[in-house]
Structure formats: C-alpha cells, structure tokens
C-alpha cells in the first residue's frame, strides 16, 4: 500500500478529519523513510503518531500490535535494512534517525576498529614517553655513569635500541650546561666509541696521548648518536687550533 503523502501533510497541516495513512499492510521503503523524516522534523510526535496505526482494528477482535515493515537507513554509509517497527519504535526512529544507535552492522565494526586503533596509539604514546623519560634519567644525568664491565658495543647498543623520541631526547641534551653534557654517559658512550674507531690516534696528525672528541658543527647537538660523522677526534695541539681559526 502506497502512503498518500499529499493527503498526510494536508492533515498534518489542518488537522481536520483523522485519519490513518500508515499501518501494519504499509511498507515503509527508503523513499518512504526519509519522506516521513522530513515530516517529523516538521510536525510534533503525536500528530505524526496519530496518523499510525498498528492495532486490529476489528470489532470484537482482540487488540493486538503488529508490527510495520519498514527500513532503517544507516545514518553513517546510507545503506538501508529491513526492521519490523512498532509505533513507539518507528516514532523514536523518525525522531532520532541520525543516532548512532541506527548504524548498521558494517559501520559499528569500522567505527570499533577505529576506536581500537586511537587506544593501542594511545599506548604506544604512552609507552614512547615512559621509554624516554627512562633513558634521559639513566643516559643523560651527568651523575649517572655506566655499569663497570660494559662493552663500548654494549652501551652504544643500549643507547640506539629505545624506542624513545629522539626530539625530545635532543631537547633534554640541549638543555643541560655542555660542561654536564660531558658527563653523561650518552656522550662518554660516544667518545669512546669515536675514540676506538680513530685508533685512539688524532685524526688529523696522527698523534697518541690526551684525545678531544670535537663536533665539526655545534648543528648536531643533541643528535650527536644519530651525527657520529659529525664528530672528530683530535690531539689537543689540534684540538685548539681548530677553535682558533
Ligand atoms: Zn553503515
Ligand atoms: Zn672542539
Ligand atoms: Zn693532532
């Protein structure tokens, strides 16, 4: 059965003889859904709900609901799928189509799994943050100093494998004095190892004895560990002509 919706917004309009336009013989399709949508932003729920009717209407029968047949269209992907409504159902449904609660199956998923992803993103934020306030507080306090016995390999491990924010941690080495700088472990770690690969020899004159660890440019402080080209080792002859040119 065809809904005359001409004649239902006419009575709408007057209110002048009652009559009923939909019931359980309706089927409601998509067309029809959003018609009435529009209606029931239009006209109050009562008056939209005495043109409804779900009861048997027979004389001497027993009143019973039925249900009307109808859609619900997804207010997230459109799509539509079939519902048996009862009037209270299907007025609550025009009231408040685009409720969430409507979403069909497929979005509730795609909607669980987005926020599944925001939480384990979460985390892992969480967990970066925790990893480098843990490595600032062991590798870069000057009062700290690195476990007797632990390999130059070892330790520039240790310092490559966090999964730490190396912003953040470049900011943290920024900010400490230079003379605290050179007692962190993190810069005693990367001495050393640039010390070793020169041959614990100046890099320019060949030279043993006392050997500075220079930064070519002071560009690279804080990612020195990331830079380690950037760094050269020399003699302290060399060391200081170089500040002087
Ligand atoms: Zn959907
Ligand atoms: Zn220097
Ligand atoms: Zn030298």
């Given at each position: 059965m065809m809904i005359d919706f001409k004649a239902m917004e006419s009575y709408l309009e007057t209110r002048e003889k009652k009559q009923i336009f939909i019931s359980p013989e309706t089927e409601l399709k998509k067309n029809d859904m959003l018609k009435l949508q529009e209606l029931a932003n239009k006209y109050t729920k009562i008056n939209i709900a005495s043109?409804?009717?779900?009861?048997?209407?027979?004389?001497?029968?027993?009143?019973?609901?039925?249900?009307?047949?109808?859609?619900?269209?997804?207010?997230?992907?459109?799509?539509?799928?079939?519902?048996?409504?009862?009037?209270?159902?299907?007025?609550?449904?025009?009231?408040?189509?685009?409720?969430?609660?409507?979403?069909?199956?497929?979005?509730?998923?795609?909607?669980?799994?987005?926020?599944?992803?925001?939480?384990?993103?979460?985390?892992?934020?969480?967990?970066?943050?925790?990893?480098?306030?843990?490595?600032?507080?062991?590798?870069?306090?000057?009062?700290?100093?690195?476990?007797?016995?632990?390999?130059?390999?070892?330790?520039?491990?240790?310092?490559?494998?966090?999964?730490?924010?190396?912003?953040?941690?470049?900011?943290?080495?920024?900010?400490?004095?230079?003379?605290?700088?050179?007692?962190?472990?993190y810069w005693k770690a990367i001495a050393e190892y640039k010390r070793r690969k020169a041959g614990f020899k100046c890099e320019l004159c060949n030279s043993t004895g006392i050997l500075h660890v220079h930064h070519r440019t002071y560009d690279i402080h804080g990612y020195e560990l990331h830079k380690l080209n950037d760094l050269i080792v020399l003699c302290e002859d060399c060391h200081i002509r170089f500040h002087e040119e």
């Open positions: 043109c409804i009717r779900t009861k048997e209407n027979k004389k001497g029968s027993f009143e019973k609901d039925f249900y009307i047949k109808g859609v619900i269209i997804c207010p997230k992907c459109k799509n539509e799928r079939k519902e048996d409504f009862t009037k209270t159902s299907l007025m609550n449904y025009l009231k408040d189509y685009e409720r969430d609660l409507y979403i069909c199956v497929e979005c509730k998923e795609i909607k669980r799994k987005e926020a599944e992803r925001q939480y384990l993103a979460k985390l892992a934020l969480d967990s970066d943050k925790e990893a480098t306030n843990i490595y600032i507080k062991n590798y870069l306090t000057s009062e700290k100093s690195w476990k007797r016995d632990l390999s130059n390999y070892k330790k520039m491990k240790i310092l490559r494998n966090y999964g730490i924010n190396i912003h953040t941690v470049a900011k943290h080495i920024q900010s400490l004095s230079y003379y605290d700088f050179l007692s962190t472990p």
